[in-house]
């Protein structure tokens, strides 16, 4: 299967609110005394401007014939006889694959009717990972080496060097030697540290 990369512009914007919404003009824009507007569209800030579009986004497939695959809402398929096209989601984030190009050229020129897509063909790079393909040997290898030069630079370990252990041999860690009181400062860029490990960690599984 061929895997095509896609996504959805102004995603948050496309669907109606669901309920009354009022609101008032930004700073530099002015309305008679009493007067303010009433909203017709979704906006980026609602609180519920995500499940509105995924909403929006759910019934046009099932309308224009998927299935949805699994319980999380997420993956869909389209079978027509030979023809099968996938498509999976992340918020206005789309990846298809399909054995048929004919099928997903049509299935592509349908839905940019209803959406205003930005088309990156085939796929290279999601999410922060890079994807490449080799056709040949049928294998599809992922890499995280640009996100992980970046984290190391961000923490200020651009120049840091692989070591067999992550610290000293025969070092004791005790707990006299925490602060009595937290740094706040320190405490949140160990847990962006952590969380931008715990990211890799999930999606490529490096040995870390």
Not at 70 to 82: S, T, W
């Amino acid at each position: 299967m061929e895997l095509h990369h896609w996504d959805i512009q102004g995603a948050f914007c496309t669907s109606d609110v669901d309920t009354e919404i009022l609101m008032s003009l930004p700073t530099g824009y002015s309305l008679p005394e009493g007067k303010c507007l009433k909203l017709c569209k979704s906006l980026y800030g609602l609180r519920q401007s995500s499940a509105l579009f995924y909403e929006n986004l759910e019934r046009w497939m099932l309308d224009y014939g998927f299935t949805p695959i699994g319980p999380d809402g997420v993956m869909f398929r389209l079978e027509r006889g030979a023809e099968k096209l996938i498509v999976s989601l992340y918020v206005d984030d789309c990846v298809c694959a399909s054995n048929s190009d004919d099928l997903y050229r049509t299935f592509l020129a349908d839905i940019s009717k209803k959406y205003t897509l930005s088309d990156s063909g085939q796929l290279s790079f999601y999410l922060g990972v890079a994807i490449d393909h080799d056709k040949e040997k049928g294998i599809s290898t992922l890499s995280q080496e640009s996100y992980i030069n970046t984290l190391l630079e961000r923490f200020s370990m651009g120049d840091a060097h692989p070591v067999p252990t992550p610290s000293e041999p025969g070092t004791r860690l005790l707990k006299l030697m925490c602060p009595e009181v937290p740094n706040a400062e320190e405490t949140r860029r160990y847990q962006q540290l952590i969380g931008g490990l715990m990211y890799a960690a999930v999606l490529t599984r490096p040995d870390i």
